[in-house]
């Protein structure tokens, strides 16, 4: 299973065939065999692989003549495999904040950031059971590379954690982005949410803690006015 950054030179055959579909948009087997050198037998064997993972999705083409044939090409997610220059522009636009405002200053922009996906995401949570919501709160954060799953514990509360920290990088210079995430779950699950367990600590996961009976009130729920509780968690992660 191909889950890492790609390097620039592919290491194994699964990243070849990812390689040549980036450079190529799309390919067929017979296209694939002429590149790699190997059989149709074996390019639909890593093809088969590939596809199984969401890594590649393929589409049939009618010829004028002959058999149909199928076009293979990236997915999203492959596409999320490549390098790119998203972390250091992240880190030079935190830096850039620090620089001129210190920490309250990234607070800031982590709050405008945790507003617009708030104003984006609520509206799909709304209305929906407990249970309902804290599912797809997780499938929200799994599908950003989290590795979220969570379980309802026998006082009816939940816990969540994730298996990976997907900012883990940016997290270690600039913690505040994991003080605010206590909070901006705590919105979108509209409930009280506690963290427990810390990565940064090393502990195995972040996992929270999810209290149904203590639902937070609308005058307490919004990000920006959690700015200075999150300053106090970053301050105290420093020591």
Partial sequence: MVSSILKEIPENT????????????????????????????????????????????????????????YHYRLTAKAESLFPSAINNFAFELLDAVFEAKGHQGVME???????ALLKKLLPALEGLSM????????????????????????DGNFFIYQQHCAVHNLATKYRQLCSMEARLLERLLGARTIRQQYIMKNDPVC????????????????????IPEAEADFLASQK
Avoid: W
Wanted: proline share 1%.
């Fill in 14 to 69: 699964h990243q070849a065939v990812l390689f040549h579909l980036k450079r190529r948009n799309e390919m067929t087997v017979a296209d694939l065999c002429e590149e790699l050198g190997i059989t149709s037998m074996a390019v639909r064997r890593h093809l088969s692989g590939l596809q199984q993972d969401g890594l590649i999705e393929c589409r049939l083409v009618r010829q004028s003549r002959g058999r149909p044939t």
């Fill in 207 to 226: 996992g929270y803690m999810v209290s149904i009976n203590e639902a937070i009130s609308e005058g307490n729920n919004k990000v920006n006015e959690a």
């Fill in 131 to 154: 249970d309902k919501r804290v599912e797809a709160v997780v499938k929200i954060f799994s599908e950003n590379g989290y590795m979220t799953e969570f379980k309802q514990l026998e």
């Fill in 109 to 115: 922009l982590l709050s405008i950031r945790d507003e």
